[in-house]
């Protein structure tokens, strides 16, 4: 179980370690048009491809240092431990980020968010929606719910890679 944990929290200091690159590469978001943000967001999901992978590895610790034979629900829990281990680091980032770095980031997202709209020609109405939409939102705006928010979310990722990593390891065992 520590080798378990150890890739949790070596995947969640990756994952902290290339959000921070990413951010002083990249500065202050205010600079960066809406195309450059969609960019930024998807490396962004380079961060879950980190989990999987520290999910599997987790898994195979598991396996390869079991004294028993070992079931579907020991590598799901094995799994889960990982992704929250790592999950603490997300959340933990999120809530730097907004907390110190940058407090202003939703106002800027959001300034960002409607000009891109309006650039691209949506109808006042459109634009309406998309600020409603936003404020709707307005319950992440604390540093400590992104947190939180972005924990959860990491977490639930971790959660679905574990169950198909263990269903397809255990389905692999028995052909």
Request: charged fraction near 15%; include cysteine; hydrophobic fraction near 55%.
């Amino acid at each position: 179980m520590k080798a378990v944990l150890l890739i949790g929290i070596v995947a969640g200091g990756l994952i902290f370690a290339y959000s921070m690159i990413m951010l002083a590469v990249v500065g202050n978001i205010t600079s960066l048009s809406a195309d450059e943000i969609d960019r930024l967001e998807l490396l962004g999901y380079g961060r879950y491809l980190v989990l999987f992978v520290a999910v599997f590895l987790a898994i195979g610790s598991t396996l390869r240092h079991a004294a028993l034979p070992v079931g579907r629900a020991l590598l799901l829990r094995r799994g889960v431990l990982c992704a929250a281990a790592a999950a603490l680091f997300v959340g933990a980032t999120e809530f730097v980020y907004i907390r110190f770095l940058n407090p202003q980031f939703f106002e800027q997202y959001e300034t960002i968010y409607l000009g891109h709209l309006q650039q691209r020609g949506a109808s006042p109405e459109e634009l309406a929606s998309a600020s409603r939409q936003l404020e709707a939102l307005s319950w992440m705006r604390s540093p400590m719910m992104m947190g939180l928010f972005y924990a959860a979310e990491t977490l639930v990722v971790g959660a679905a890679s574990a169950l198909l990593i263990s269903a397809l390891i255990k389905q692999h065992a028995r052909s």
